[in-house]
């Protein structure tokens, strides 16, 4: 079974979770971005050795695939509470 691109968006949604574990503890939330990052870079790399059909053969672009799935994490959170914030001041 080849996981392609869902292994990508697995990592997003995996880093996306952690954040909010984070959020939970008294840790600065300036932190977030940071972590979904390096957490990303950690999950590319395994992805790269684990996952069959992983979309990318090199450790390099396995890292840098797995930093922007945990900087997307943060900035599908962030569009979320945007577009929330607009619905509520149209209201």
């Given at each position: 079974?080849?996981?392609?691109?869902?292994?990508?968006?697995?990592?997003?949604?995996i880093?996306?979770?952690?954040?909010q574990?984070v959020?939970?503890?008294?840790?600065?939330?300036?932190?977030l971005?940071?972590?979904?990052?390096?957490?990303g870079?950690i999950?590319?790399?395994?992805?790269l050795?684990?996952m069959?059909g992983?979309?990318?053969?090199?450790?390099?672009?396995s890292?840098?695939?797995?930093?922007?799935?945990?900087?997307?994490a943060?900035?599908?959170?962030?569009?979320?509470k945007?577009m929330?914030t607009k619905q509520?001041?149209?209201?």
């Amino acid at each position: 079974m080849e996981f392609g691109i869902t292994g990508v968006a697995g990592v997003t949604v995996i880093c996306y979770l952690a954040a909010q574990l984070v959020k939970a503890t008294p840790l600065d939330k300036k932190w977030l971005p940071g972590i979904c990052g390096l957490l990303g870079a950690i999950l590319g790399a395994i992805g790269l050795y684990t996952m069959p059909g992983w979309p990318s053969s090199d450790i390099l672009d396995s890292i840098a695939i797995g930093i922007v799935s945990g900087f997307a994490a943060t900035g599908v959170h962030q569009m979320y509470k945007q577009m929330k914030t607009k619905q509520e001041e149209q209201k």
